[in-house]
């Protein structure tokens, strides 16, 4: 079991920016992928930013250009950098890593306890 433990939500106001961070705990062997997700009253949890372990990344359209997802595998944690909020940023904000124990078994999925994120005048 590998507890990932999100900081950094608050309400900010448009065009404020904030960052979050999530980090992993525990006897952890590698991280692969890592990545954040959100999810707004109402809607479907969706994709957000994703970092891969060579450090290649992809965006949502909604905030490419504004939103830099990194990584610090020493640290075990990665971080979503967010500019230029928007007020239909606001959402529940989720990481995500796959994680390998040991070399010995395939990695599984893990999901931070979710952060708000809140943009209003």
């Known amino acids: 079991q590998v507890p990932l433990v999100e900081s950094g939500g608050g309400l900010v106001q448009p065009g404020g920016s904030l960052r979050l961070s999530c980090a992993a705990s525990?006897?952890?062997?590698?991280?692969?992928?890592m990545a954040w997700y959100r999810q707004a009253p109402g809607k479907q949890r969706e994709l957000v930013a994703v970092?891969?372990?060579?450090?290649?990344?992809n965006y949502a359209g909604s905030v490419k250009g504004r939103f830099t997802i990194s990584r610090d595998n020493a640290k075990k944690t990665v971080y979503l950098q967010m500019s230029s909020l928007k007020p239909e940023d606001t959402a529940v904000y989720y990481c995500?890593?796959?994680?390998?124990?040991?070399?010995?078994?395939?990695?599984?999925?893990?999901w931070g306890q979710g952060t708000q994120v809140t943009v209003s005048s």
């Open positions: 525990g006897s952890i062997s590698s991280i692969n992928t």
């Open positions: 970092i891969a372990s060579g450090g290649s990344t």
């Open positions: 995500y890593m796959t994680v390998r124990l040991s070399l010995l078994v395939s990695p599984d999925i893990y």
